[in-house]
């Protein structure tokens, strides 16, 4: 029997290998967390056994103290626990959950002065997981009215060519044009491809941060014409120190930047935005007019689902791990969408209601692609399912369950086999 549970906690391992990032592959010290099923799946209330090996230059590490917490994801722990590993292996009793949603068992190792970390989480049900937020009566009419107002505003679209980025096969550019505010714009990074022709687009919106851009090259050499945009209203070709500069001083807090109020919460001129980028590209000559998709990861993820709910011109969307979902969670005792709140005022709750990608998701009506892992510490699975499980339209979903918050190549060919397809590239 323990030989087969060796063999069964070898072979799971191999596989969080082949996922884990560069950076802690490089480690002398690993931790390897799982659970005694493969899928890390479970029905309510069945009972879960988390897997530990800890190694060191990829032999077991003996005699070393473990530390081990278990609960409910981004909840207070209900298992608190230390012991030694004597042999470098370890299996925890984890209980269960009543209700669908995320068991997660978070391991730390100290050795030689160093903290070592690493985690398993375990998912009843996802398929159950319901959201806590509401939608407002009003929600289709609001966001209506605001991109209607939004289009009275001349687009004014600047296109300056990049000769150093240009390829043989692309035609580069910044581009801008107005959103929201008279003088309030959007930039960002478009490529064409320069052969004669008319192509599908694909808008790509960002994740959370302040950064520059360089675009997408691979899929505009496909056959596409990419958009890459910012949200921020400020050039993405800046130097490096301009974006720390922003990111650290005056866009410091820009995800709960007047959120008491849904008119003047920040993400409104972020959502119209990504609409109004629609508008630029319908603009331009070499665009076929009739296939357009939208793509993007976390906060991006978020802005694909609105986008591709407020723009019917959208054909389909590619979603790696959305944030902004099921924003409501915290104060419901479970986890929430990033940006993580608790116990919202009164005022920032209901302003939430009309951003939470869990409405927008309700609104889909055309074909996606979804990827997400279990371990994401970020945007938690529980928040990802509640918009997930909100979606009638068509959609497929690929789980990476070892993942956190970031991608693998696994996620990024299967999306852009997606979008080729679905774009008939």
């Known amino acids: ?74 909840m207070t722990p209900q298992i608190k626990e230390n012991t030694i590993l ?17 068991l997660r068992c978070t391991v730390k190792v100290e050795f030689n002065n160093k903290t070592y970390s690493g985690l398993a989480t375990a998912a009843f049900d996802p398929e159950k997981i319901a959201p806590t937020t509401t939608t407002p009566t009003d929600f289709r009419q609001f966001w209506e ?27 580069v550019y910044q581009i801008n044009f ?42 505009a050499e496909k056959g596409a014409i990419t958009l890459q945009i910012g949200i921020h209203g400020i050039p993405v070709t800046l130097d490096s120190i301009v974006y ?14 007047n959120m008491d109020n849904r008119d003047s919460y920040y993400y409104k001129h972020v959502y119209l935005g990504c609409v109004r980028a629609i508008d630029f590209i319908a603009t331009l000559p070499e665009y076929d007019g009739q296939n ?12 694909t689902i609105a986008t591709s709910a407020l723009d019917n011109r959208v ?3 590619s979603c790696f791990h959305p944030a902004l979902c099921d924003l409501t969670g915290y104060s419901n005792g479970r986890a929430g969408g990033w940006p993580s709140w608790n116990n919202f005022p009164t005022a920032k709750t209901e302003t939430s209601k009309y951003y939470d990608t869990v409405n927008f998701a309700k609104l889909l009506k055309i074909d996606g692609f979804y990827t997400f892992g279990f371990n994401d510490e970020t945007c938690p699975p529980t928040s990802m399912y509640s918009a997930y499980n909100s979606i009638t339209a068509p959609k497929s979903l690929l789980i990476v369950k070892e993942l ?4 693998v190549q696994e996620q990024w060919a299967q999306s852009n086999e997606f979008l080729l397809k679905h774009l008939n590239i």
């Open 178 to 219: 107005q959103n929201y505010k008279y003088g309030m714009r959007v930039y960002g990074i478009l490529c064409v491809p320069k052969a004669p022709g008319k192509y599908p687009a694909i808008l790509e919106v960002p994740g959370a941060g302040v950064r520059p851009y360089k675009g997408d090259f691979y899929l």
């Open 145 to 171: 009215n605001a991109i209607t107002e939004n289009k009275k505003i001349p687009l004014d679209p600047i296109m300056t060519l990049l000769p150093a980025k240009c390829t043989e096969k692309l035609n």
């Open 244 to 257: 720390a500069n922003l990111k650290y001083g005056a866009l410091d807090g820009y995800p709960v930047s």
């Open 404 to 407: 956190g918050h970031y991608g």
């Open 292 to 303: 357009l998709a939208v793509s993007g990861g976390s906060q991006g993820g978020a802005l």
């Open 315 to 317: 054909k389909c969307l």
């Open 1 to 74: 029997m323990q030989k087969s549970i060796r063999k069964f906690l070898f072979l799971t391992l191999i596989g969080v290998c082949i996922t884990i990032s560069q950076s802690f592959a490089e480690s002398p010290v690993k931790i390897f967390v799982t659970t005694n099923h493969t899928d890390w799946v479970y029905k309510v209330n069945e009972k879960v056994k988390f897997k530990v090996v800890v190694t060191q230059n990829d032999k077991f590490l003996k005699n070393v103290k473990v530390v081990y917490e278990i609960g409910q994801e981004k």
């Open 86 to 102: 004597k042999d470098g292996q370890l299996e925890i009793e984890g209980g269960s959950m009543n209700i669908p949603g995320f």
